[in-house]
């Protein structure tokens, strides 16, 4: 396995198929890719292309039919015993009956922290999402882009290297969604995650990600694998230079010609 | 202001009501006597006497309030005509028989949700055990037990729980697995044991749903002590007291016994819903 630790993540012809009452769900099909340490991975396509699945996966959520998947050179199941990973849904998911702070505290509770320890990190972590003070208020009496933010502070509560997003600012409007993505660029580079990031909205994609992966569904594999090129600094204006639209213009291209395989295959 | 303006607007038209049908129900007796006695009765005189008989067939309101207070505030509570005695008799049945009947049911519950074999066989049983009629039930427990020198407080506490466990079961079925997928999935990412899921996650999500099941159990837990005391020929708690009241034709003292019940059922829900009230407030869960 020595030649895997050179990535934080590789799929090798990996496939995934759900047997479901209507027949095999084809989620996955024969799909190569590499994630190396620090990469930014957007995985972009529309519903059934298998980008969440694959994300799943990755969390040892989901358990891949065939091929070979590894996470730190790992098993992705050891991986998760390692504690790689946090994971970020689409919804916060905090708990109601407990505080901001208490529910950082729940996976360091879990894995065992003592309790200056879980302090000092709940302290730190939310430092990180710009939610300083806030420890205290219960769930409700914050914005949702602010629950949003808790929980990506719950997910690195735990020192995880890698940081799994699947669609977390999905349910969020669009103003509140462009300041999370910028807080969340200055996250990566001030931690140096790696981090996989599922969604819906090209804009998002190319201004957040080192590398694009655009996928289609039926069955759900990757059509197209773009390697960012801009620069590391992304101010927010940068979405309106030629290079982001034309970057933009070719993940949008990648999903076309995806849908364009799709109606070949039902013909 | 306006919602017990609402209450005190129902409140008379039923009292209204209720005077109303005593003069109706109670006019026959009336007739008979002044039939009797060869005089004629003018409307006020029935009025008056529908309202005043000793054993009228409905006892108008102030006759049964006059009772509830003579036999609470004027007796001594140790007195065996003391509604407060019959009272705390049924009450300690009743809270034996909700105590027993809801950790019953939480217990099943948690078998339900975890053991896959109960899951598939304990529901249509608590099911088929609550339409069997109470009625039937009752009177061979309490004979049941008195074969083997069981009776007083424990055989009608049995009943209690029989009716209270039920609905506290249902809720708490549904509330330990009211958590979603990804919440489940959340915890799967922790590696988080069964034991940190159920203390975590499923235990204090199921609160909301134990409470509403309490608050239906407590108060079937009255009912299940009360029809408890029926059969037995019993001679303490509220149920003797209605029964006694019946064997005598004594309907003021049955209804007095009837509104004592129920303001003892309203008062247990009552305590149960302020006690739901005070721990999600605590819990956060409430604003």
């Not at chain 1, 407990?98 to 709940?122: C, D, S, W, Y």
């Not at chain 2, 008056?48 to 309030?65: G, I």
């Not at chain 2, 999500?205 to 408890?228: D, N, Q, W």
């Amino acid at each position: 396995m020595m030649h895997h630790d050179f990535h934080v993540v590789s799929a090798k012809d990996l496939c995934l198929t759900f047997q479901t009452n209507d027949g095999p769900v084809h989620a996955l099909k024969d799909v190569n890719l590499q994630i190396d340490k620090g990469d930014f991975v957007s995985f972009i396509g529309p519903s059934g292309c298998g980008k969440t699945t694959f994300l799943r996966a990755i969390a040892a959520l989901e358990h891949p039919t065939s091929g070979e998947l590894t996470v730190n050179g790992t098993t992705p199941e050891m991986a998760r015993q390692d504690r790689a990973y946090g994971y970020v849904f689409q919804a916060a998911g905090l708990y109601p009956w407990r505080t901001i702070a208490k529910n950082i505290k729940l996976p360091l509770e879990i894995m065992g922290f003592t309790k200056a320890e879980q302090n000092k990190r709940v302290e730190k972590v939310l430092k990180l999402v710009d939610l300083e003070g806030f420890g205290n208020k219960f769930p409700w009496q914050l914005s949702g882009g602010m629950q949003q933010r808790a929980s990506i502070a719950r997910a690195l509560s735990f020192d995880a290297d890698i940081l799994l997003m699947d669609e977390p600012f999905g349910a969020l409007d669009e103003i509140v969604r462009d300041h999370l993505n910028e807080q969340l660029l200055k996250l990566w580079a001030s931690t140096g995650k790696t981090i996989g990031f599922v969604t819906h909205s090209i804009p998002e994609a190319v201004y957040l990600s080192t590398k694009i992966v655009v996928m289609s569904p039926r069955p759900g594999r990757i059509t197209d694998v773009i390697e960012s090129t801009l620069p590391k600094e992304r101010p927010l204006s940068i979405r309106d230079s030629k290079e982001f639209i034309d970057i933009a213009h070719r993940v949008r291209e990648g999903l076309r010609a995806g849908h364009g395989d799709n109606g070949a295959d039902n013909a | 202001m306006r919602k017990l303006f609402a209450i005190c607007t129902v409140v008379l038209v039923i009292v209204a009501l209720w005077y109303a049908a005593a003069v109706k129900m109670n006019a026959k007796w009336a007739y008979d006597q002044a039939a009797r006695a060869k005089v004629e009765l003018s409307f006020s005189e029935l009025v008056k006497d529908t309202w005043s008989q000793e054993r009228p067939v409905l006892p108008a309101p102030h006759q049964v309030v006059k009772e509830l207070w003579g036999t609470t505030v004027m007796k001594k509570v140790t007195s065996k005509r003391s509604l407060i005695f019959h009272g705390w008799i049924t009450l300690e049945a009743t809270l034996l028989g909700f105590a027993v009947g809801t950790l019953l049911g939480i217990l099943l519950s948690v078998g339900i949700i975890y053991i896959r074999a109960m899951d598939m066989s304990v529901m249509p049983w608590a099911i088929a055990s609550q339409t069997v009629p109470i009625l039937a039930i009752a009177p061979m427990i309490i004979v049941v037990l008195n074969s083997v020198g069981i009776q007083g407080l424990i055989p009608k506490a049995i009943i209690s729980a029989y009716l209270s466990f039920f609905p506290v079961l249902v809720g708490m079925v549904k509330g330990l697995r009211s958590p979603d997928h990804m919440q489940l999935d959340l915890l799967k990412t922790y590696n988080a044991s069964k034991s940190d899921a159920f203390f975590k996650l499923r235990l204090p999500s199921s609160v909301p749903y134990l409470f509403t099941s309490m608050k239906v159990g407590i108060a079937a837990s009255l009912v299940g002590t009360i029809v408890g005391e029926l059969p037995t020929g019993a001679i303490r708690g509220l149920g003797a007291r209605l029964l006694t009241g019946s064997y005598y034709g004594q309907t003021i003292q049955m209804w007095a016994a009837l509104f004592a019940a129920a303001i003892l059922a309203a008062s247990l829900v009552a305590i149960v819903g302020a006690t739901e009230k005070t721990v999600l407030k605590r819990m956060g869960m409430i604003r």
